[in-house]
């Protein structure tokens, strides 16, 4: 299974192993190493200037959104078995993950539906984030 972690600066991993993916949200990583990208840097800017506050729910879903997107572009088709079916762990920071957790398994399955692939979401609380990040 591909594991890709995605998180604010505010959760970033203690450590990082060669074998994962990691994405840094709104911000671009102060670690320089290859399995370490970045998504959504501008989003938090294009929302002050558009004048929109979204809800809760409607960042959280567009973290699920940015970190989907994140897994599909790292998770290689061609470096699965049977050169489609990928296997995915996706570990997303929401603020509210009791929420979510309860949503998980139809994420999962939708993905599922959508692409082809075998997604299993692990859903952890942001902590310390502030909007203008």
């Known amino acids: 299974m591909n594991k890709v972690i995605c998180y604010p600066r505010c959760c970033t991993p203690k ?10 949200m709104f911000t671009v990583p ?4 290859n399995n370490v990208g970045h ?3 501008q989003l938090f800017k294009e929302l002050r200037k558009s004048k929109i506050a ?8 567009t973290i699920i959104a940015m970190a989907v997107v994140a897994a599909d572009k790292a998770v290689l088709r061609k ?20 929420k979510w957790r309860q949503e998980k398994r139809k994420l999962e399955e939708m993905l599922r539906f959508l ?4 997604w299993v979401f692990t859903v ?10």
């Open 115 to 118: 692409s082809g692939d075998f």
């Open 15 to 24: 450590y990082y192993s060669d074998d994962d993916y990691y994405f840094e």
């Open 30 to 33: 102060e670690q320089k190493i």
């Open 124 to 133: 952890n609380f942001i902590f310390n984030f502030r909007l203008s990040e």
């Open 79 to 98: 470096k699965s078995a049977d050169g489609w079916t990928r296997k995915i762990e996706l570990c997303i920071y929401l603020h509210d993950a009791p």
């Open 39 to 41: 998504v959504g840097v």
């Open 54 to 61: 979204p809800t809760v729910e409607a960042l959280d879903f």
